[in-house]
């Protein structure tokens, strides 16, 4: 999963890139991860303006979205990132999204290469494969915030939605994902009956921001220590507008 600069023990230039370096080890032996080792670059990471607190790197985020509602964007230089990103990868937030074609977080958060750790699956979910994605890009990337962003009319929320309220039974794995986003329609269906697709697909995103850190100790312990926070969104595809959801899981 890492590439051979991330796999390399830290080059320790100084004493605060010393305990840098030291306390992500100590975070990630305790979590258990002994076989992983911390990024190479805790002393001079590929992109600086990344290395960000968690509260700093929401703000971006925010910043980054407003500019994208408004029609207003950065000019991202791609071929000025490419030399230091070959080497390896320090970005500023996790995404776990959807797979829907017309969210792109990168655009969405006005971001460039190496910004955005995003793992995508129709309905956004935490299943064991994107626990694992995001345990790497905490554990490993450091990244200070993770965000849970589901969307307005998502497709497989409604397909959950049919299947809760009308026994509807789809097709090859379609299935699995109606299912693992059940849970969330059943608990909107009792709060909000009369518009169940809006309110699952914001339930589904509050129990995911929930569960991260309930089924991962690695993520749980990181949260714990103060260096990631986690949060919900909901994307509105008429706007391009996020509404966030800043309540931290605890």
């Known amino acids: 999963m890492c590439d051979a600069m991330s796999c390399q023990q830290p080059k320790v230039t100084s004493r605060r890139d010393f305990l840098r370096a030291t306390t992500a080890l100590s975070l990630m032996t305790t979590a258990g991860l002994s076989g992983l080792s911390p990024v190479a670059w805790a ?11 968690p509260d700093a790197a929401i703000q971006r985020l925010m910043e980054g979205n407003q500019r994208y509602a408004s029609g207003v964007r950065l000019r ?13 990868q320090n970005p500023y937030a996790a995404i776990l999204g959807c797979a829907d074609s017309r969210v792109a977080p990168e655009y969405t958060f006005d971001a460039g290469r190496g910004d955005l750790f995003i793992a995508r699956v129709a309905g956004n979910f935490a299943n064991d494969d994107m626990l694992g994605s ?15 962003l589901g969307h307005d009319r998502c497709g497989a929320v409604d397909a959950a939605v049919k299947a809760v309220t009308q026994g509807t039974h789809f097709p ?3 299935q699995s994902l109606a299912n693992a986003i059940a849970p969330a329609v059943k608990q909107a269906q009792s709060q909000h009956p009369t518009q169940l697709l809006d309110a699952a697909i914001t339930q ?4 995911n921001v929930a569960s991260l850190s309930t089924q991962s100790a690695i993520i749980r312990q ?26 931290t899981a605890s």
């Open 172 to 174: 090859g794995h379609i």
């Open 43 to 53: 002393a001079s990471p590929p992109k600086p303006d990344n290395v960000l607190t």
């Open 222 to 247: 990181a949260q714990q220590a103060g260096k990631l926070k986690i949060i919900g969104g909901v994307y509105r595809l008429d706007t391009g507008k996020v509404d966030f959801q800043l309540k």
């Open 134 to 148: 995001l345990e790497y890009a905490v554990a490993v990337l450091n990244v200070p915030v993770i965000l849970v």
């Open 204 to 207: 589904n995103v509050q129990d």
């Open 76 to 88: 991202h230089n791609f071929t000025h990132d490419r030399a230091a990103l070959a080497g390896g």
